[in-house]
């Protein structure tokens, strides 16, 4: 049973996932950052000492959790003292072999949400896909992650690519789409609080529709007059013509190659 | 005061504003539609007549919805008998002053909303925009919307069709994004519900704190080991390849221009 963890990272991942482990009881030893500032703004939430070199990190922790930026890892896994411990990283995009060379005992352990360091987050129904050496650690890992959530997955490294690539569409791709939304408003003086009703109800209606019957709007009617105007609208604004054309063109073929 | 309407148009925002003035007790009088059988599907679900020939419609009605996709609205208002009544159209991005040539008594009447003619939408929180040729009209479609929701704005024909143009970027172009993830977990034979709260958390993220705030993943990080893997994934989707490099090149690009 993992009831000792040590965190290496402190950004928005880092952070959510130290307090929600803290919060379920387990006990926090170090934080490791690049530096002391940030460091010790996530130790002291979570108990924890904090530490801004590898070398230092305690031996016979239950787990060591790496949550770095994807570039970061290897450079950090490069100076870990105990290749006899238990690792996981929290990436989407690398596969566990990476952690291979490290460490006798690895897997990962990858929250699918978008965390920050403020916004806390209820883990209860985020999805944790776990992956493992072998069933030994998947249990392990298993366990953990039950701590958090009731939703344990097991999804391995392919999969795990697919995942973190659609849920940059889903949510980085969305909160763009909200950021132009913001941007817009505000050139013409209007408040992005009348857009709100309209993202809400966007995001819930695909609850009972799949997204392709959930569309509606000029570019899936094909209303060539609207788009026309809007896009005379955005005529000074190359970027934001660029991406309203691509993606009314890929609404207009996804709907047409149905119908 | 409006006690009697008559609906031009069956679509999906027709369909949503016929069964809410219903339920406030305004009476339907009539429903056209180009075909008999979508005008008795509306017609028979607010108690109204379908009717398929404009010059059919009632005389005398309080006010006369027009519903309809853009380029049918003016083919439609040229067969309307009645130039001393009060019509509105429902159009994001067509300006008040395409009505003054039919009728001596307009305005507009926009709810923003993405609406289907088969799930409800509570109105009571829908913005309804409001646009009137004087005072005494928009008096009027102020008091019938007043019915309806809880938040009426003034918005001129300008201010309407920005706030279309944004609509179809956070609720269109998102849902749109919505749709690729849907794709993407299908072609993994992953289940797109494992998504569910990554995409319900983004919308909620911007309660309390702007977009721009909020973004993260590989664009916003320009973490370009993560993005040329994406786009390797992506390799025989083109359409998406170029999707994936325009917007993380303006998500960088926005947050690069504000730091």
New interface residues.
């Given amino acids: 049973m993992i009831q000792s963890v040590i965190i290496i990272g402190a950004g ?1 991942l880092a952070t959510q996932l130290a307090k929600a482990l803290c919060a379920a009881n387990i006990a926090i030893w170090q934080v490791y950052s690049r530096t002391i500032e940030s460091a010790s703004c996530l130790a002291n939430k979570v108990g924890a000492e904090p530490v801004v070199d590898i070398a230092k990190l305690k031996p016979n922790a239950d787990l060591y959790i790496f949550s770095v ?3 970061a890892l290897i450079p950090c896994l490069e100076k870990f003292p105990f290749s006899k411990s238990l690792i996981v990283h929290t990436a ?2 690398i596969p566990m072999s990476a952690l291979g060379s490290y460490s006798e005992q690895y897997g990962v352990f990858y929250p ?5 360091k403020t ?1 806390d ?1 209820d883990f209860l ?3 944790i896909c776990i992956e493992a050496k072998n069933d030994t650690i998947y249990n392990k890992l298993e366990s953990l992650a039950s701590l958090l959530t009731n ?1 344990v ?1 097991a999804v391995d490294s ?2 795990r ?22 941007q ?2 505000e ?2 003086r ?1 408040s992005f609080d ?10 819930n ?17 094909y ?1 060539q ?2 788009m026309q ?2 896009m005379q ?2 005529a000074k604004q190359e ?1 934001l013509q ?3 054309q ?2 009314s ?3 207009n ?2 709907h047409k190659n149905n119908n």
């Fill in positions: 928005n930026k994807d570039d989407g995009s699918l949400q978008t965390f920050s916004k987050v129904e985020i999805p939703d997955r392919l999969q690519q697919s995942l973190h690539l659609a849920a940059v569409f889903v949510c980085n791709f969305v909160n763009h789409m909200y950021q132009i939304g913001h817009l408003m050139q013409n209007l009348i857009l709100r009703p309209l993202i809400y109800e966007t995001a209606k695909i609850r009972t529709t799949t997204p392709k019957q959930a569309q509606t709007g000029p570019a899936v009617r209303d007059e609207v105007k809007q609208q955005l970027n660029a991406i309203y691509l993606i063109k890929d609404i073929e996804t």
